[in-house]
């Protein structure tokens, strides 16, 4: 649990926010499960948004979507296109040493054994068997699925490196030390939650997901410096 010092450290860098970046949240893919499954599977390591047509994760989820649009909203269609027109559109990065491409057709492949074929699936079956599904696949770890779920309209927060960083700076400036992804990831929950009860004088947001997307994009920003936006 976070102690009271951590969480004072991180609603002090939250005030520190621009204010229209609590709202600027776009909503994920509520009705497309396989376009948030790709989307979650190819933002590991990689630049998620880029001002170069057909660079980024972004641009490339994009022009899958207008290529494949019969499968965005059923992952059992994913699966019967395979992985080659994945990687064509999406590119060939990698995770855990294997093709990206492929560990989302296996993932889709995955949740389709246990029921799950559109959003409406995924939001009515139990989160643990889904977890378990997504994350038995290598490559594919707790923090992606948490960022899926997000997509798909569950709260939550993805403990990438732009939100430890972000974590890890404010108990910096307070003399605390760092703390890993899945405390980083409590203390954005527990400064959320404590904003609700106006138990801080930091900002509040429309929802869990709007907060942690503030946190990253203020800290995207600051990396970038100018450049690309940082990876999701």
Not at 43 to 64: A, C, E, M
Request: aromatic residues 8%.
């Amino acid at each position: 649990m976070p102690d009271l010092a951590q969480l004072e450290a991180v609603e002090i860098s939250t005030t520190s926010i621009d204010p229209e970046f609590w709202k600027s949240y776009s909503g994920g893919w509520k009705t497309e499960i396989s376009t948030a499954l790709i989307d979650a599977v190819f933002s590991i390591r990689s630049t998620y948004r880029s001002g170069t047509p057909g660079k980024g994760v972004y641009n490339r989820l994009v022009d899958f979507r207008e290529q494949h649009g019969e499968t965005i909203q059923s992952l059992a269609t994913l699966v019967a296109i395979g992985e080659e027109p994945i990687r064509k559109c999406m590119g060939e990065g990698r995770s855990a040493q294997r093709l990206k491409s492929e560990a989302v057709v296996e993932a889709a492949g995955a949740l389709t054994e246990i029921g799950v074929d559109t959003a409406d699936d995924f939001r009515n079956a139990e989160y643990e068997e889904l977890k378990t599904a997504y994350t038995g696949v290598r490559g594919l770890g707790w923090i992606t699925f948490e960022y899926f779920a997000m997509l798909l309209g569950r709260p939550g927060v993805k403990a990438d490196t732009m939100i430890v960083r972000f974590v890890n700076r404010a108990l910096q400036v307070a003399g605390l030390s760092a703390v890993d992804a899945a405390a980083a990831r409590d203390l954005v929950i527990k400064t959320y939650e404590r904003s609700l009860k106006g138990s801080n004088e930091g900002p509040t947001a429309e929802t869990l997901t709007h907060f942690e997307h503030a946190i990253w994009l203020t800290e995207s920003n600051r990396a970038a410096a100018g450049e690309e936006d940082s990876s999701r």
